[in-house]
């Protein structure tokens, strides 16, 4: 969960920490008793190019062929995977286009890392991967290039009812720290970010609730990724990072004494990560989050 330290029921007033500026995971939900983390998979970096990704990946791919060969029976799927794309790419503002020489090299690197996760969306739905797609005319009967093309177009517009769907999860994980348990924090979460919930809610003392007060934005896909996870059954591992940009609340009660409630705007670059095709049928779960790199910031 995201919401910071100032939505503490015991706080009065005081500064927030600009979202930018936070260079480790931050406190989400926090009471006298209680703290409530969200998992942070990556600091601020420098923007990656295509290639050094492509470069990580395929270190990764040859590590997990070597553990399958070394040990033909072991089960690589439940190998914690690291980040694809740690990158964030900012909307893109109004002048963007009118100077095109200027942030030249920023740009390139940029429209690279934006046609890798157009051929990753188009990847991710001829394999099924896309629930809204799983029985549609772009995923048997499109020729590639013409799904890029869409996808291109179309862009979050595409994925508009999956997008959906992984707003929901990033809504129900949040709940489930408030006030779930640790079985439904296991079917929304993993890796880091289930560890994270599962401690969150062990520890919890106080009475609390979680609210959505507004969305200020719509969700944004931020980038999408895949790779192979196990080369003996082609069995493929995905990541997209969405940006949610809300209006968030925390109810706090102690024992029998009255409610407090406190806001926050809470802007979160969500990891989402799934197997394809997945043995126990389950989708898209929370692997974590992103804190933005300030050079993403400098780049508008």
Not at 174 to 180: K, L, T, Y
Not at 212 to 219: D, G, Q, T
């Amino acid at each position: 969960m995201s919401l910071l330290p100032t939505l503490r029921a015991q706080a009065s007033t005081s500064s927030i920490t600009p979202f930018a500026q936070l260079v480790r995971p931050h406190p989400l939900l926090q009471t006298a008793a209680t703290r409530i983390r969200f998992a942070s998979t990556s600091t601020p970096n420098t923007a990656k190019s295509v290639q050094d990704v492509e470069k990580e990946l395929e270190e990764q791919r040859a590590m997990i062929s070597r553990s399958a060969r070394m040990n033909p029976g072991m089960d690589v799927t439940s190998q914690v995977l690291p980040v694809f794309e740690s990158y964030i790419d900012p909307p893109k503002p109004v002048t963007y286009f009118l100077n095109r020489s200027k942030d030249r090299e920023y740009k390139l690197a940029r429209r690279e890392r934006s046609n890798l996760t157009i051929q990753s969306v188009a990847e991710l739905i001829s394999r099924g991967g896309i629930n809204q797609y799983r029985n549609s005319f772009w995923r048997w009967y499109a020729p590639g290039p013409m799904r890029n093309l869409w996808i291109y177009i179309r862009r979050d517009g595409m994925l508009k009812k999956e997008l959906a769907e992984l707003k929901e999860k990033y809504y129900d994980y949040m709940r489930v720290q408030a006030s779930g348990t640790l079985g439904q924090a296991s079917h929304l979460a993993k890796d880091n970010a289930l560890s994270i919930a599962q401690s969150v809610i062990k520890g919890r003392r106080d009475k609390l609730t979680w609210q959505l007060v507004k969305e200020n934005v719509k969700p944004r896909l931020v980038s999408a990724r895949m790779t192979i996870m196990d080369p003996r059954d082609m069995r493929m591992a995905a990541q997209m990072v969405v940006t949610f940009d809300t209006q968030q609340a925390l109810v706090t009660q102690k024992g029998n004494a009255t409610p407090t409630r406190r806001t926050q705007r809470v802007l979160d670059h969500i990891i989402f990560e799934r197997l394809i095709p997945a043995k126990d049928g389950s989708g898209w779960k929370i692997k974590g989050k992103l804190l933005e790199p300030k050079v993403a910031a400098k780049a508008e």
